[in-house]
């Protein structure tokens, strides 16, 4: 799946088949579903998962947990706005 892919699955009442659970969790937020997001994020316990976790926290905004999460990802956080973060998460999960 590609980014225009994933955008365009937007307008579906569920996220695609097949993606990861991290990548699922960027649909959700995506379609305002923070506490569905928030699960995804959990569920992924890796890099990919704390740098969702990250992210959903910064958008809380709960930032000391944000800092912490960052930090388990291995990445800074970013003081850009949360569209341009979403867009990167999304190259980066697409990749995975």
Same mark, same amino acid.
């Not at 994933?6 to 990548?23: K, M, V």
């Given at each position: 799946?590609?980014?225009?892919?994933?955008?365009?699955?937007?307008?579906?009442?569920?996220?695609?088949?097949?993606?990861?659970?991290?990548?699922?969790?960027?649909?959700?937020?995506?379609?305002?579903?923070?506490?569905? /997001?928030?699960?995804? /994020?959990?569920?992924?316990?890796?890099?990919?998962?704390?740098?969702?976790?990250?992210?959903?926290?910064?958008?809380?905004?709960?930032?000391?947990?944000?800092?912490?999460?960052?930090?388990?990802?291995?990445?800074?956080?970013?003081?850009?706005?949360?569209?341009?973060?979403?867009?990167?998460?999304?190259?980066?999960?697409?990749?995975?």
């Amino acid at each position: 799946m590609d980014a225009d892919a994933f955008r365009a699955s937007l307008g579906h009442e569920a996220p695609p088949p097949g993606i990861s659970i991290a990548l699922a969790g960027l649909w959700w937020d995506a379609k305002g579903d923070w506490g569905k /997001a928030h699960a995804c /994020a959990q569920d992924q316990d890796d890099a990919l998962g704390a740098a969702l976790h990250a992210y959903l926290h910064r958008k809380e905004p709960d930032i000391a947990n944000a800092r912490y999460w960052y930090a388990r990802a291995g990445r800074a956080m970013p003081d850009g706005s949360f569209e341009a973060e979403w867009e990167d998460l999304l190259e980066v999960l697409i990749k995975g």
